[in-house]
């Protein structure tokens, strides 16, 4: 065909789009719950890299402070005490409950009931009665930094950051005080759902002097990198994790989009490097989580890396879901246009103009797919529908008035 619209100046009119739809995804799934500290239910920092994410507390950080400081007060609790030590949490508490009751100031009955509800996960119920504990030993002269901590750390399970802060503080840079990466981890999390990024960014990084590779510090301190577009700290961070993990799938996902934002700021030889290892990131990440969110991932970072079949045949996993974001249909067509598999192109594409039929985008796509199809008259339906919604744009009457010869015929 005559003057044929070439795939070289097709590429030059979407590059700027593409670009942007596949960085606002990408950016999108950045901002998720999947890499962001959660404020109602925040993940567990803890020095085991293997469980840092998604292991509860346990008693071993609440066991502690109560054996050596949540002992009987003339008596009165050593039953309940015992029921703790022996992780008999319930009937600890119900004891515990019951001394309280009958005597309200008795604010080791309030501690003992307070760590019972820790080790039941009830960190409302614990904050409120660990908060009696210690207003209790206040007045009566007694602090007790067993209580505080612990009630630092029911505050921030409970996602009371603002009250939990302030005693982490307290419990970290006390005198002599040699805080875990646990702790560290906490106050870390706390300030970034506080939005004190640089005093997160300092609690994190007192946790990698404390444990080199605790894959949660390292992952926080790559969002927070990602977030103000440090790219390169970004990936040395995330690198770092996945070392440190190789199963951590939030940091492979996290490391495939810092790969993809770094390398569209990168031209030539270096930009290509960072779109191929965006696209082992996500090669990774999909051994380990090999669903449709990954896959739309996936298929983006193949796009980037030019290898058009393979992104075509992730995005279409994508696709399949029906959860898939309305972009997704919109970049399995230009993969498949890419790929010169033009009936899948328009198959796709036809899906795309169906969910956002407001895109001039899809029909510039759409219209070339058709007229490469041989589909004159649909081709030129398409270009006609982009010059609508872009009338500014000369690309729509020049080829809707070179295919409108052939869609007489």
Request: aromatic share 8%.
């Amino acid at each position: 065909m005559k003057n044929f619209l070439s795939m070289k100046r097709l590429n030059a009119v979407l590059t700027a789009s593409v670009a942007s739809t596949l960085l606002g995804a990408s950016l999108a799934s950045a901002q998720s719950g999947a890499t962001r500290p959660r404020r109602v239910t925040p993940v567990q920092p803890t020095t085991d890299a293997s469980n840092a994410a998604t292991t509860p507390t346990t008693s071993a950080r609440t066991a502690r402070p109560a054996d050596t400081s949540a002992q009987p007060a003339a008596g009165s609790t050593a039953h309940a005490f015992s029921l703790f030590q022996q992780k008999q949490y319930d009937a600890a508490l119900k004891e515990a409950k019951e001394i309280a009751a009958a005597d309200p100031k008795n604010s080791e009955a309030w501690k003992l009931a307070g760590f019972a509800e820790i080790g039941l996960k009830r960190y409302p119920d614990a904050a409120d009665d660990l908060r009696r504990a210690r207003d209790l030993q206040r007045a009566d002269a007694k602090p007790d930094p067993h209580t505080e901590d612990a009630l630092a750390e029911a505050y921030f399970f409970a996602g009371n950051y603002e009250q939990a802060l302030p005693l982490l503080v307290a419990e970290t840079t006390r005198k002599d005080a040699k805080p875990d990466a646990a702790t560290l981890s906490y106050r870390g999390v706390a300030e970034m759902n506080l939005k004190k990024t640089e005093d997160a960014e300092r609690s994190f990084n007192e946790v990698l002097k404390v444990d080199p590779k605790n894959r949660l510090a390292l992952l926080y301190l790559g969002q927070m990198a990602f977030a103000r577009n440090d790219y390169t700290t970004s990936i040395n961070m995330l690198n770092r994790a996945t070392l440190a993990d190789p199963s951590y799938a939030q940091a492979w996902e996290l490391l495939t989009q810092a790969y993809m934002y770094r390398g569209r700021a990168a031209a030539g030889a270096a930009a290509d490097a960072d779109f191929l290892s965006a696209v082992r990131a996500s090669d990774s990440l999909a051994r380990l989580r090999n669903d449709e969110r990954t896959a739309a991932l996936q298929g983006q970072a193949l796009i980037f890396a030019k290898q058009y079949v393979r992104a075509a045949a992730a995005l279409e996993r994508a696709a399949a879901s029906p959860q898939a974001p309305d972009e997704t249909f919109y970049l399995l067509g230009f993969a498949e246009v890419q790929a010169k598999n033009y009936p899948k192109a328009v198959a796709a594409l036809e899906q795309a103009a169906t969910k956002s039929p407001d895109n001039a985008d899809i029909y510039r796509l759409l219209g070339f797919s058709y007229e490469s199809n041989k589909q004159y008259a649909k081709a030129l339906a398409a270009y006609e529908k982009g010059q609508q919604l872009a009338p500014t744009d000369a690309y729509f009457k020049e080829s809707a008035d070179r295919v409108r010869p052939f869609a007489k015929q």
